[in-house]
């Protein structure tokens, strides 16, 4: 049985409070307070729920309905405040998409601030979702008296590792995020040329995403030059550096300074920052005496939010559906438990409860979706108690197998005019905006209400098709394409059920001098009247690049020729592969638009000025072992 309160408040509004900061700035920011029958203020201190948003303060859908009017009704005063340089706020030219030097700052001094109004009773929470959650982290390193609770959910806590690089590529994602926040950055507003260079850049973003690598005052986003200076430094600097360490981009790095509160950290196996949530977890709830909470579900970076049992493709059940029903049930119950002191028993719950995918019937549902199923598990720890390591190794006639192989290299073609396509994934924010139709006024239908992703957000079956970026008739499943090598295992004697994260090691040489190492895991389910393909479900990816592949502190090209191991981290996942499935690996060197494109020329990132093909070969011997090491549930 769901958690809730009957609504108990009607609901009064102060908009556009200008919070002063320490240097003076002033953020905007709307107080909603509970209200008597006559519409006046309830008299009293209440406790406080606080977000901070970059997508405006007064978006019905992100902020007022599930955040505002929901607490509000239950007995909190709650807060909601555009981030500095964004909507109605202060700090024009100061907003640098993530990478906000002064947001831990800010937010604590916003909670300063609350504490010391007459209707607050001095206890803050906070919540908010992706960017929403990032400043909820950086505000607990500043560790303000009054902030007593979080529930941080899908946040990156490292904008190097998973959000705007991964494995030493570019992340492409991010490349589409900025032209959402460019559109409505205030210093834009007013000006229609610069609005229209922002508008047809994201009407054009698959085009946009081949025309790489930009340079200053040469891509659309020239007209918001702070925004622009982001995507040159997600673009061009794949070290490790003191930009990428501050706090507000790096916060694993400052978790040693996280206020000791209870915190909930979650996020969903198809959203990019899964292994940020989960690390979030692990190392709090080790230095933390404070109650820390992790949940996993089979959602991607908006999925529990938006709610329904199926992503993109496929199907996970009813155990699945959340959405605010859910999600805000269960904030409150945290919530009322340290904000009001309410006995909602929180301290029972195990402090991990995650989404085991699979063991569905791998039928179509009445909405056409792949029936892949899953269950909630819970669980005292993360990785869950009773996963053991399991090395998988590549082997002779593309075997998966437990044994060690012994055969001979198998060598590709990378072609960086023709990459593998990306087919769904872990992405986020990686959006376009259809174009309006010829004779309808754009001023009637909002940008929002014109959004539709570029990358799919979450699982599909792995086969080009004509909707895709990259994608070019006929259309081949990509286990047929040459330039992917497919590792699977016999079908499944019994089910296996793996929890974890997941290390790839493969041996590779190459032609070039630069190159990339991609590793996807696959559930394989076999051939059927309805799926005569079986069906080819990604589960995670991820990718290494060479000039890296020893660390981030400096680059070191390859030898051609010799061969190198490529550690490959891949995010976190919870799946059951049912008997008669197939564990599968591909391993390729590229995943466009999920990933740039490595042109193999060694030049510096970013700057390159031509295009080679490489020939890449996978050693799997004895001495170079390739292997994926799996965390296998025991019993």
Same mark, same amino acid.
């Given at each position: 049985m769901l958690y809730d309160r009957a609504p108990e408040n009607g609901i009064v509004v102060a908009e556009d409070v200008m919070v002063p900061?320490?240097?003076?700035v002033r953020l905007a920011t709307d107080v909603y307070r509970p209200a008597l029958p006559d519409g006046s203020a309830t008299p009293g201190r209440f406790p406080v729920i606080l977000t901070r948003t970059s997508y405006d303060k007064s978006n019905p859908v992100m902020q007022v309905e599930p955040v505002a009017r929901f607490f509000t009704k239950r007995g909190y005063v709650t807060v909601v405040q555009d981030l500095r340089g964004?909507?109605?706020?202060?700090?024009?030219? !100061?907003?640098?998409?993530?990478?906000?030097?002064?947001?831990?700052?800010?937010?604590?001094?916003?909670?300063?601030w609350i504490a010391a109004q007459p209707w607050s009773d001095g206890r803050v929470g906070m919540v908010g979702s992706s960017h929403s959650g990032i400043v909820q982290n950086v505000a607990a390193f500043h560790r303000p008296p009054a902030l007593k609770a979080l529930w941080v959910d899908v946040c990156p806590t490292s904008?190097?590792?998973?959000?705007?690089?991964?494995?030493?590529? !570019?992340?492409?994602?991010m490349f589409a995020a900025l032209f959402l926040h460019g559109w409505d950055v205030p210093e834009i507003q007013g000006d229609a040329e610069a609005k229209r260079?922002?508008?047809?850049?994201?009407?054009?973003?698959?085009?946009?995403?081949?025309?790489?690598?930009?340079?200053?005052?040469?891509?659309?986003?020239?007209?918001?030059?702070?925004?622009? !200076?982001?995507?040159?430094?997600?673009q061009n600097n794949g070290i490790k550096d003191a930009w990428w360490m501050q706090e507000v981009l790096e916060h694993k790095a400052y978790f040693d300074r996280f206020a000791d509160i209870p915190c909930v950290v979650s996020s969903g196996w198809f959203d990019p920052f899964s292994a940020d949530v989960a690390g979030q977890?692990?190392?709090?709830?080790?230095?933390?005496?404070? @109650?820390?909470?992790?949940?996993?579900?089979p959602w991607g970076h908006a999925g529990m939010r938006a709610g329904g049992t199926a992503s993109i493709e496929v199907d996970f059940g009813g155990g699945a559906d959340w959405g605010y029903r859910v999600f805000n049930s269960e904030r409150l119950r945290w919530f009322d438990r340290w904000l009001k002191d309410m006995p909602t028993r929180v301290e029972d719950d195990a402090p991990v409860h995650y989404f085991e995918m699979g063991g569905g019937s791998g039928k179509r549902t009445r909405r056409?979706?792949?029936?892949?199923?899953?269950?909630?598990?819970?669980?005292?720890?993360?990785?869950?108690?009773?996963?053991?390591?399991t090395p998988y190794y590549l082997a002779a006639n593309r075997v998966l197998s437990t044994t060690p192989a012994d055969a001979s290299?198998?060598?590709?073609?990378?072609? @960086?005019?023709?990459?593998?396509?990306?087919?769904?994934?872990?992405?986020?924010?990686?959006?376009?905006?259809?174009?309006?139709?010829?004779?309808?006024d754009a001023a009637y239908i909002s940008p929002r209400a014109r959004m539709r992703t570029v990358v799919p957000?979450?699982?599909?079956?792995?086969?080009?098709?004509?909707?895709?970026?990259?994608?070019?008739a006929p259309y081949p499943l990509l286990a047929d394409r040459p330039d992917v090598l497919v590792f699977q295992t016999e079908p499944l004697r019994e089910d296996v059920a793996i929890a974890g994260p997941i290390e790839a090691r493969i041996w590779v040489a190459s032609s070039a001098v630069d190159t990339d190492v991609t590793v996807k895991l696959l559930d394989v389910a076999p051939p059927t009247e309805t799926e005569p393909e079986g069906f080819h479900m990604l589960l995670c990816d991820s990718i290494r690049r060479a000039r890296f592949r020893n660390g981030y502190d400096k680059e070191e090209l390859l030898k051609p020729g010799e061969v190198v191991e490529f550690v490959v981290e891949l995010p976190p996942v919870a799946n059951r592969f049912k008997k008669g499935h197939r564990i599968r690996v591909d391993i390729a060197s590229s995943n466009f638009p999920r990933f740039d494109i490595n042109p193999g020329t060694g030049e510096p990132l970013g700057r390159h000025t031509k295009k080679i093909k490489a020939t890449n070969t996978l050693h799997i011997d004895k001495t170079h072992p390739s292997r994926i090491v799996l965390p296998v549930m025991k019993g």
């Open positions: 900061m320490a240097d003076g964004r909507g109605k706020s202060e700090g024009h030219g !100061q907003y640098f998409h993530v990478a906000n030097v002064r947001e831990g700052l800010d937010g604590a001094d916003t909670i300063a904008a190097f590792d998973w959000e705007a690089r991964t494995g030493g590529a !570019q992340a492409l994602q260079r922002i508008e047809e850049g994201v009407e054009n973003m698959r085009t946009l995403l081949t025309q790489g690598p930009w340079k200053t005052g040469e891509s659309p986003l020239t007209v918001v030059p702070n925004l622009e !200076q982001i995507l040159m430094r997600y977890y692990v190392t709090l709830s080790k230095r933390l005496k404070s @109650p820390q909470r992790l949940i996993l579900g056409g979706h792949f029936a892949h199923g899953g269950i909630w598990r819970d669980d005292t720890a993360w990785p869950p108690t009773g996963m053991m390591p290299p198998i060598a590709w073609t990378h072609d @960086p005019d023709h990459p593998v396509p990306t087919v769904g994934g872990a992405v986020a924010g990686f959006l376009e905006w259809v174009k309006v139709p010829e004779g309808m957000d979450g699982p599909m079956h792995q086969k080009e098709r004509p909707d895709l970026v990259g994608c070019r």
